[in-house]
């Protein structure tokens, strides 16, 4: 009868634990990080009045006869399920969402506490505490490598207050672009300004010398573009006619074909001259005069005739001013026509019998019955060709095409001494257009006035397209030295243009920083120069910076010349230089090293050349001026990043996270705190997001994960268990009054 009195006292004593267990939970349904427990309970060591017996022959066998003593609280588990997240406006509030806990230390690092509260703030030292004092430990920015290592140990967080940032110059400049490969860009630049003497000439009007850097290369005509951005893509063998005085040659005197001046022709006469195209067909124009036409009738009929076919020949007729010869003359300006006057035959035939034979006139020309002042001007993607007067010439770059139009336009000695005395003179514009001018010459060695000088002369320009039957014409790159086409008379302030040419270009600029975090502005200009339809494409690059830093040793100092080189894929193949020395001459550190890092070589992670537009998709450099620090901010690593009043930005510090094998193993040590105990095991440490360990939240707090539905339902539970075991108590008492009540 005794043991149903304890049974009943384990129980309530059991259930009154329980109570214990879940009126704290209750009371900690706002403290924030809380985890909730649950008391286990279990049965106590049964009484056995008869052990169980196997079966024996035809009796069965029976079971134990056990009675048991009570109920014990066994265990007290803490149940660490995730609370919720609830947002804060306290920017130093973290919370952690999935497993893992802050960690702490009262004692510098001594020893640890863990805890899932990150309710934190700093304190008037900077140390970055809870609301026990406890410092939250982590990893601490190296002040040498700019970083803030997870694989040190970990310490005390700790930023002073006013926390100021030194200066940092510029190490590194990173650079990501694209370079338009296309045939049609949007930003380009003229060809470089040339005089007559072959020289560059810079913005300032400045002679560049062929010893100063950097300076500017002969841009390939084959990559330039027109005004209006559309590539030439001028292919070898493409080119242009191109002339500077019509073409005009003279026949014998033909009067010898009449009795006399102004009679009539004795005999019917075939009149006849062949012309020889640039391809090399022949035209010939015929006139058949009948006996009795007048030498005026015999010419008209013969100049109608080659008059007739000008637009083939390019070539027109007239009689001379003495009525005794005709003159032949091509203007070089129609690019469906010839050009020159190659005469290929030429015969005047009596048709009458017992009559002296026909005479054959002579034309008159610089060769043997061809007049040439047209040439040539194709490219070569390889390299020039001859380049001087009196020949077809090859060339390939601008000032190759400069140096040949000049040449040429200065060929002519009209007075026979030797010297070209004529002034003569073609250039590049600072706005990429080709000049031509014709002053006055010197005084020629005869002491005639310096604008009379006998090899002056007028200049009819004619510039007309290219083409064979195997080489097209290149209609942007003609259409572009048509506009040269003019009559410049000699001695005269005239001026003829051709169309602008142009370099696809594209620029970006930074500031970078000395040490003593001053700004310098880095400007890269990149100039398109080269097409190889093998390898790929290659652009000029040139750095500077303002005066009075210098990045080079060889004038001017404060600019660099480079290149960059792309594949025939667009991705980046090599570029150089790789790093610049910089010193700002302001009292910073001299020979500042920066390295520039436009991606990786094959791949497409930096600069690129599609055909797109040249654009910049991002551009930075590491350096920075010094600044104050001016808030904290939280990310889900853990990192407090400081935000300084220089704009700039990086991580201070890191909080450290736990990680245990049990964490129901912790011991609770109030304040939200726990401790490692045996069953736990040893925390494991590092960052958070990692390893299994959840990532945090700023300005957000972990809610107690005590759950009130359940919790006031477990009251009710609890207190119907206290009730019944009160209950057996008095009904044991009620039974053993019944048994005193024997004896009596």
Same mark, same amino acid.
């Given at each position: 009868?005794?043991?149903?009195?304890?049974?009943?006292?384990?129980?309530?004593?059991?259930?009154?634990?329980a109570m214990d267990v879940e009126s704290n939970n209750i009371a900690n349904?706002?403290?924030?990080?809380?985890?909730?427990?649950?008391?286990?309970?279990?049965?106590?060591?049964?009484?056995?009045?008869?052990?169980?017996?196997?079966?024996?022959?035809?009796?069965?066998?029976?079971?134990?006869?056990?009675?048991?003593?009570?109920?014990?609280?066994?265990?007290?588990?803490?149940?660490?399920?995730?609370?919720?997240?609830?947002?804060?406006?306290?920017?130093?509030?973290?919370?952690?969402?999935?497993?893992?806990?802050?960690?702490?230390?009262?004692?510098?690092?001594?020893?640890?506490?863990?805890?899932?509260?990150?309710?934190?703030?700093?304190?008037?030292?900077?140390?970055?505490?809870?609301?026990?004092?406890?410092?939250?430990?982590?990893?601490?920015?190296?002040?040498?490598?700019?970083?803030?290592?997870?694989?040190?140990?970990?310490?005390?967080?700790?930023?002073?207050?006013?926390?100021?940032?030194?200066?940092?110059?510029?190490?590194?400049?990173?650079?990501?672009?694209?370079?338009?490969?296309?045939?049609?860009?949007?930003?380009?630049?003229?060809?470089?300004?040339?005089?007559?003497?072959?020289?560059?000439?810079?913005?300032?009007?400045?002679?560049?010398?062929?010893?100063?850097?950097?300076?500017?290369?002969?841009?390939?005509?084959?990559?330039?573009?027109?005004?209006?951005?559309?590539?030439?893509?001028?292919?070898?063998?493409?080119?242009?006619?191109?002339?500077?005085?019509?073409?005009?040659?003279?026949?014998?005197?033909?009067?010898?074909?009449?009795?006399?001046?102004?009679?009539?022709?004795?005999?019917?006469? !075939? =009149?006849?001259?062949?012309?020889?195209?640039?391809?090399? +067909?022949?035209? *010939?124009? /015929? #006139? &058949?005069?009948? %006996?009795?036409?007048?030498?005026?009738?015999?010419?008209?009929?013969?100049?109608?005739?080659?008059?007739?076919?000008?637009?083939?020949?390019?070539?027109?007729?007239?009689?001379?001013?003495?009525?005794?010869?005709?003159?032949?003359?091509?203007?070089?300006?129609?690019?469906?026509?010839?050009?020159?006057?190659?005469?290929?035959?030429?015969?005047?035939?009596?048709?009458?019998?017992?009559?002296?034979?026909?005479?054959?006139? !002579? =034309?008159?020309?610089?060769?043997?019955?061809?007049?040439? +002042?047209?040439? *040539?001007? /194709? #490219? &070569?993607?390889? %390299?020039?060709?001859?380049?001087?007067?009196?020949?077809?010439?090859?060339?390939?770059?601008?000032?190759?095409?400069?140096?040949?139009?000049?040449?040429?336009?200065?060929?002519?000695?009209?007075?026979?001494?030797?010297?070209?005395?004529?002034?003569?003179?073609?250039?590049?514009?600072?706005?990429?257009?080709?000049?031509?001018?014709?002053?006055?010459?010197?005084?020629?060695?005869?002491?005639?006035?310096?604008?009379?000088? !006998?090899?002056?002369?007028?200049?009819?320009?004619?510039?007309?397209?290219?083409? *064979?039957?195997?080489?097209?014409?290149?209609?942007?790159?003609?259409?572009?030295?048509?506009?040269?086409?003019?009559?410049?008379?000699?001695?005269?302030?005239?001026?003829?243009?051709?169309?602008?040419?142009?370099?696809?270009?594209?620029?970006?600029?930074?500031?970078?920083?000395?040490?003593?975090?001053?700004?310098?502005?880095?400007?890269?200009?990149?100039?398109?120069?080269?097409?190889?339809?093998?390898?790929?494409?290659?652009?000029?690059?040139?750095?500077?910076?303002?005066?009075?830093?210098?990045?080079?040793?060889?004038?001017?100092?404060?600019?660099?010349?480079?290149?960059?080189?792309?594949?025939?894929?667009?991705?980046?193949?090599?570029?150089?230089?790789?790093?610049?020395?910089?010193?700002?001459?302001?009292?910073?550190?001299?020979d500042q090293q920066v390295r520039l890092d436009f991606g990786t070589a094959?791949?497409?992670?930096?600069?690129?050349?599609?055909?797109?537009?040249?654009?910049?998709?991002?551009?930075?450099?590491?350096?920075?001026?010094?600044?104050?620090?001016?808030?904290?901010?939280?990310?889900?690593?853990?990192?407090?990043?400081?935000?300084?009043?220089?704009?700039?930005?990086?991580?201070?510090?890191?909080?450290?996270?736990?990680?245990?094998?049990?964490?129901?193993?912790?011991?609770?040590?109030?304040?939200?705190?726990?401790?490692?105990?045996?069953?736990?095991?040893?925390?494991?440490?590092?960052?958070?997001?990692?390893?299994?360990r959840g990532f945090i939240q700023s300005a957000a707090l972990e809610a107690?994960?005590?759950?009130?539905?359940?919790?006031?339902?477990?009251?009710?539970?609890?207190?119907?268990?206290?009730?019944?075991?009160?209950?057996?108590?008095?009904?044991?008492?009620?039974?053993?009054?019944?048994?005193?009540?024997?004896?009596?």
């Amino acid at each position: 009868m005794l043991k149903s009195l304890f049974s009943g006292v384990s129980g309530l004593q059991s259930h009154q634990i329980a109570m214990d267990v879940e009126s704290n939970n209750i009371a900690n349904v706002n403290t924030v990080g809380f985890k909730y427990s649950r008391a286990n309970f279990s049965d106590l060591l049964a009484q056995t009045n008869q052990i169980a017996t196997a079966p024996q022959g035809d009796l069965g066998g029976k079971n134990n006869v056990q009675i048991g003593l009570g109920a014990t609280v066994a265990s007290v588990t803490r149940i660490h399920s995730q609370g919720s997240i609830q947002n804060t406006d306290k920017n130093t509030d973290v919370a952690i969402q999935g497993d893992g806990f802050f960690i702490l230390s009262s004692d510098n690092g001594n020893t640890y506490k863990y805890s899932r509260s990150g309710d934190f703030k700093f304190d008037a030292n900077g140390n970055f505490v809870d609301n026990n004092g406890f410092i939250v430990q982590g990893w601490l920015r190296d002040e040498i490598t700019g970083t803030v290592d997870s694989t040190a140990p970990i310490a005390s967080i700790n930023i002073p207050p006013g926390l100021t940032t030194p200066a940092q110059a510029s190490r590194e400049v990173t650079l990501k672009a694209n370079l338009n490969s296309g045939s049609q860009v949007e930003n380009f630049s003229p060809t470089w300004q040339i005089n007559s003497l072959g020289d560059f000439i810079d913005e300032n009007g400045n002679t560049i010398l062929a010893t100063d850097s950097p300076r500017p290369v002969p841009e390939d005509v084959g990559v330039m573009f027109n005004e209006e951005g559309e590539a030439l893509n001028l292919q070898t063998g493409q080119g242009i006619w191109a002339s500077f005085k019509a073409a005009q040659t003279t026949s014998a005197d033909l009067s010898t074909q009449f009795s006399g001046v102004g009679t009539t022709l004795p005999q019917d006469t !075939t =009149f006849s001259l062949g012309l020889t195209l640039d391809d090399g +067909t022949i035209v *010939t124009a /015929t #006139y &058949n005069a009948l %006996a009795g036409e007048t030498q005026a009738q015999a010419f008209g009929g013969y100049i109608g005739a080659i008059n007739a076919l000008s637009a083939q020949t390019g070539v027109t007729a007239r009689v001379s001013s003495t009525g005794n010869e005709i003159q032949l003359e091509n203007l070089n300006n129609n690019d469906s026509a010839s050009h020159n006057i190659n005469v290929t035959t030429q015969s005047i035939i009596d048709t009458g019998t017992g009559l002296p034979v026909g005479v054959q006139p !002579t =034309f008159l020309g610089p060769v043997a019955g061809v007049t040439t +002042t047209a040439y *040539t001007y /194709t #490219y &070569n993607s390889n %390299a020039a060709g001859n380049l001087g007067g009196g020949a077809d010439k090859v060339f390939k770059t601008i000032n190759d095409l400069r140096e040949a139009l000049q040449n040429e336009a200065r060929s002519y000695d009209l007075d026979g001494d030797g010297a070209l005395e004529n002034a003569i003179t073609v250039e590049v514009t600072p706005e990429g257009r080709f000049v031509i001018k014709n002053p006055a010459g010197v005084a020629d060695p005869a002491g005639l006035p310096a604008n009379a000088t !006998t090899d002056d002369y007028n200049m009819f320009i004619a510039v007309t397209g290219y083409r *064979t039957a195997a080489i097209s014409e290149n209609v942007r790159f003609s259409t572009t030295m048509q506009s040269l086409n003019a009559s410049l008379p000699a001695g005269t302030a005239g001026i003829t243009l051709s169309q602008s040419l142009n370099a696809a270009t594209h620029s970006s600029s930074i500031d970078i920083y000395d040490s003593l975090g001053s700004k310098h502005t880095l400007r890269m200009e990149f100039r398109k120069v080269d097409v190889d339809l093998t390898t790929g494409s290659r652009w000029d690059m040139i750095l500077s910076v303002p005066e009075p830093a210098v990045i080079d040793t060889v004038a001017p100092l404060n600019e660099l010349a480079g290149q960059v080189r792309f594949n025939n894929d667009g991705s980046l193949a090599t570029y150089s230089p790789i790093n610049f020395s910089f010193t700002g001459n302001n009292g910073s550190a001299p020979d500042q090293q920066v390295r520039l890092d436009f991606g990786t070589a094959n791949a497409f992670d930096g600069m690129t050349s599609f055909d797109a537009r040249s654009a910049t998709s991002g551009i930075s450099q590491d350096g920075f001026t010094g600044g104050d620090i001016v808030g904290i901010r939280i990310d889900q690593s853990g990192t407090l990043i400081g935000s300084f009043s220089n704009g700039r930005a990086f991580g201070l510090a890191q909080i450290g996270m736990a990680k245990f094998a049990n964490n129901e193993g912790l011991s609770a040590d109030g304040g939200n705190i726990y401790l490692q105990s045996a069953n736990s095991g040893d925390p494991i440490i590092g960052e958070a997001a990692t390893a299994g360990r959840g990532f945090i939240q700023s300005a957000a707090l972990e809610a107690s994960n005590v759950d009130l539905s359940r919790s006031l339902t477990q009251l009710i539970i609890i207190q119907r268990g206290y009730q019944a075991n009160g209950k057996t108590i008095t009904t044991s008492d009620q039974l053993l009054n019944t048994l005193i009540g024997l004896k009596q």
